[in-house]
């Protein structure tokens, strides 16, 4: 099957500051999604991005399929965007699909006041 | 438009018992899979329904089961409850389970004593 590594396993920040989380992945992929999991278990999505970039106000992110990495920037960071992000693959298999995300360990980031 | 429903929210059971676990996509999607999340393990794949049809199911022991009715909603049952089944429950809902987001519910937590 397919490998998620996602880092830094932890980051603390001042609020304010910018950060970059890193996806990397072991094989082709059909989707790639960031999740932010709010303190009640929420999965809440913060991006569908297979290839290419997208920014939502002071979070963007890029893929880039050919080397199989992600990266999600968080800028001016806040205390709420404390939590763990998760990046999420569905593996190409073969061309196909086998109707499955597959998660990296996320990432626990705590912004300090 | 309503997102994924998740009943109940919070279980507690006993070893030994079983549960059955509902979710409801949006309105819309066909595809229901669900995970089961862990502090040891992290999230991990159960199992897919498309059109009540099981198309994909992870390493878990024949005690989890899952099926989808007409309308897509699935349920999931756990049967004969062990210690190690407590967890975050969640499910996930998308139009067509591959190559598209998808989109999670608040999870059901399930404590087993």
């Known amino acids: 099957g397919i490998q998620v590594e996602q880092s830094p396993p932890d980051l603390i920040l001042q609020e304010g500051a910018n950060s970059t989380l890193r996806c990397n992945f072991s094989?082709?992929?059909?989707?790639l999604q960031w999740f932010h999991q709010n303190p009640w278990g929420q999965l809440i999505n913060l991006f569908y991005?297979?290839?290419g970039t997208k920014q939502n106000g002071r979070l963007s992110a890029t893929t880039v399929a050919t080397e199989r990495y992600s990266l999600l920037y968080i800028s001016s960071s806040q205390t709420t965007d404390s939590g763990v992000y998760f990046c999420?693959?569905?593996?190409?298999?073969?061309?196909?699909?086998?109707?499955?995300?597959?998660f990296g360990k996320g990432t626990l980031l705590t912004v300090n006041p | 438009k309503a997102g994924v429903t998740q009943t109940p929210r919070y279980l507690i059971k006993t070893r030994g018992q079983q549960v059955t676990l509902s979710c409801s996509p949006i309105?819309?999607?066909?595809?229901v899979s669900w995970y089961q999340q862990t502090p040891g393990q992290g999230l991990q794949f159960l199992f897919e329904?498309?059109?009540?049809?099981?198309?994909n199911k992870g390493n878990f022991p024949g005690r989890f089961s899952g099926r989808q009715f007409s309308n897509s909603r699935s349920e999931m049952n756990v049967s004969t409850l062990e210690l190690g089944d407590s967890a975050l429950y969640l499910c996930?809902?998308?139009?067509?389970?591959?190559?598209?987001?998808?989109?999670f519910g608040q999870g059901t937590r399930l404590t087993v004593v």
């Open positions: 996930a809902s998308s139009f067509r389970g591959t190559n598209t987001e998808a989109f």
């Open positions: 094989d082709s992929v059909n989707n």
């Open positions: 991005i297979p290839s």
């Open positions: 999420a693959v569905e593996w190409a298999n073969s061309g196909g699909s086998n109707y499955k995300l597959t």
């Open positions: 309105s819309g999607h066909r595809s």
């Open positions: 329904y498309f059109s009540e049809t099981q198309r």
